[in-house]
């Protein structure tokens, strides 16, 4: 690992003072101090806002929304009973992430933050690599790609999100509050993370030095019948092969609202408006879940070893559909 | 590097197969430092080569100083000489280095140890109390719950947590929580056992 400076920073004024150019926050540390070892991050200084958890460490579960600060801890928030009992989508996308220590470690903030796991972006002896080294080629386009993205890639980069839970803010329509040495704003979640376009290396909307200090989720009729399925390689401990965070109001039998997240098979944490579309006025059964999921996936491109993925999108998320309208709430 | 009087003491008077492997290894260290050394050169000012911790482990408080890079596992087992949390993968995949941080399961070597100030660390040496085995040691024992036994100090972390955090209440659910240690010789069945066994009997109390 390289050098850096490590600073505790025990207020938000000081945390902002200590950040700057070169230097990143560390909250849980289970993506930085990973990619640091790994030579991909390479932070000369480092500032601890651990300490701001006493603030920012807190879940307030209020009559309109629930408001979650970045620094609660994944274990923390799936095992609050409000948001396992209202919020089901946001505790299952937690509780089926990572292992019992990671959660217990990793941060909200820093887990909607995680990089790709695409293996030559976080092995450094490829050389091609837009985001990891812009300008270099991208070693997936030809090469092993069979978890990479089918929505949203581009010519520069197919790197897939692999997070669960910001899957299941982007369906459930949450903002994010932002905040640096300059002010505090407020951003639909949606708007956190970008397409890699010509520049996969850069991959939020964050400002230098800003924060991520809240998320907010706002109640609605969709929330409480909410789940999340994620399919993988293995039961438990692994990423999303397929995941899809879905959220719905049905009255008398039609859909009056659908909330749509897809997670695994894109390149940020995706929302299937097409698919939500598709649902309103309708009935939920088998055949226009089919039909949403249909929608979904029209505009994905398959790569070459993910040939599979499209189907199995489509198949993970009718069944999703037709399991939450089964609930019972 | 100071080493813990007693433990010194210690091993003078005993063989252990702990004290033949760190003999061994330090010829083969003595050559690798340089090396390392040369590659990792700290620049000059003062934060980025020394800081300045006080670590609580297993009760006791250390005052030391060191590279901001150390992860707690390797202050653990280089420096406080408390081997029993391993090093597996070293990427936070394996489970092997497991401990509890404010009695809440983590991984050490994700964990920078100066970002561990603050919090107590328990590591598989501070569950026994003396020479009297924690029940889920002794469960690991019973239940025969380990081949080669290098992941069974990360195992026995997280098993406690998982009994503590009320998730042993079915193998499913054991095999869930535990989901994050692996183990390569597949104990699996028999380390499930233990945790149930051992979980029981910590309700009886």
């Known amino acids: 690992m390289r050098p850096f400076a490590f600073v505790k920073a025990d207020t938000r004024a000081e945390a902002f003072r200590a950040i700057g150019a070169g230097s990143s926050y560390l909250a849980g540390g289970t993506t930085?101090?990973?990619?640091?070892?790994?030579?991909?991050?390479?932070?000369?200084?480092?500032?601890?806002?651990?300490?701001?958890?006493?603030?920012?460490?807190?879940?307030?579960?209020?009559?309109?929304?629930?408001?979650l600060g970045a620094l609660a801890r994944m274990s923390q928030t799936e095992n609050h009973p409000v948001v396992a009992r209202d919020y089901p989508v946001l505790a299952q996308s937690l509780s089926l992430a990572a292992s019992a220590p990671l959660r217990n470690m990793a941060s909200l903030g820093g887990n909607v933050l995680q990089r790709t796991r695409c293996v030559y972006f976080r092995d450094t002896s490829w050389d091609a690599c837009n985001k990891r080294?812009?300008?270099?080629?991208?070693?997936?386009?030809?090469?092993g790609n069979r978890k990479l993205a089918i929505l949203g890639g581009s010519h520069a980069c197919i790197a897939n999100y692999p997070g669960d839970f910001a899957v299941a803010l982007t369906a459930l329509g949450a903002s994010v509050t932002l905040e640096s040495a300059a002010g505090r704003r407020r951003i639909p979640f949606e708007a956190l993370h970008r397409l890699p376009g010509d520049a996969p290396h850069v991959e939020t909307n964050l400002a230098p030095g800003e924060m991520i200090v809240e998320f907010a989720i706002p109640a609605a009729p969709w929330t409480r019948r909410s789940l999340y399925l994620k399919v993988r390689d293995r039961q438990s401990y692994e990423f999303a092969l397929v995941s899809a965070a879905v959220a719905l109001d049905i009255e008398d039998g039609a859909v009056r609202d659908a909330r749509i997240g897809l997670g695994g098979i894109a390149a940020k944490p995706w929302r299937a408006r097409e698919a939500e579309a598709f649902l309103k006025g309708k009935p939920l059964d088998e055949a226009h879940a089919r039909a949403a999921a249909e929608a979904a996936l029209a505009q994905a491109v398959p790569q070459s070893e993910s040939g599979f993925k499209p189907e199995l999108a489509r198949a993970t998320l009718a069944r999703a559909l037709t399991a939450c309208a089964a609930m019972e709430i | 590097m100071s080493k813990d009087k007693s433990?010194?003491?210690?091993?003078?008077?005993?063989?252990?197969?702990?004290?033949?492997?760190?003999?061994?290894?330090?010829?083969?260290?003595?050559?690798?430092?340089?090396?390392?050394?040369?590659?990792?050169?700290?620049?000059?000012?003062?934060?980025?080569?020394?800081?300045?911790?006080?670590?609580?482990?297993?009760g006791r408080d250390h005052f030391l100083t060191i590279d901001p890079r150390t992860t707690l596992l390797d202050l653990l087992?280089?420096?406080?000489?408390?081997?029993?949390?391993?090093?597996?993968?070293?990427?936070?995949?394996?489970?092997?280095?497991?401990?509890?941080?404010?009695?809440?399961?983590?991984?050490?070597?994700?964990?920078?140890?100066?970002?561990?100030?603050?919090?107590?660390?328990?590591?598989?040496?501070?569950?026994?109390?003396g020479s009297d085995l924690h029940p889920m040691q002794a469960a690991f024992i019973e239940h025969d719950a380990f081949q080669c036994g290098y992941c069974t100090p990360g195992q026995i972390m997280s098993a406690v947590a998982c009994v503590r955090e009320g998730r042993a209440g079915s193998d499913e659910s054991i095999r869930e929580y535990m989901s994050g240690n692996l183990c390569r010789c597949g104990a699996y069945p028999k380390i499930v056992a233990a945790i149930r066994d051992a979980a029981r009997k910590t309700e009886r109390g």
């Open chain 1, 32 to 67: 930085l101090v990973d990619l640091m070892k790994l030579d991909v991050m390479r932070p000369d200084r480092l500032v601890d806002i651990n300490a701001l958890s006493r603030d920012l460490g807190q879940i307030h579960a209020e009559p309109g929304w629930l408001r």
């Open chain 1, 133 to 143: 080294d812009p300008g270099s080629g991208c070693a997936a386009l030809t090469g």
């Open chain 2, 7 to 58: 433990k010194n003491e210690h091993s003078k008077n005993v063989l252990t197969r702990r004290g033949l492997l760190s003999g061994a290894s330090g010829a083969a260290a003595a050559g690798y430092l340089p090396l390392q050394a040369r590659a990792q050169k700290a620049p000059a000012d003062a934060d980025r080569s020394a800081a300045q911790v006080v670590l609580n482990v297993n």
């Open chain 2, 77 to 129: 087992r280089e420096r406080l000489d408390l081997t029993g949390a391993k090093k597996g993968c070293d990427h936070g995949q394996c489970g092997a280095c497991a401990v509890h941080l404010d009695g809440k399961s983590a991984l050490s070597c994700l964990t920078l140890a100066v970002a561990a100030e603050g919090q107590r660390v328990t590591t598989i040496e501070g569950l026994a109390k």
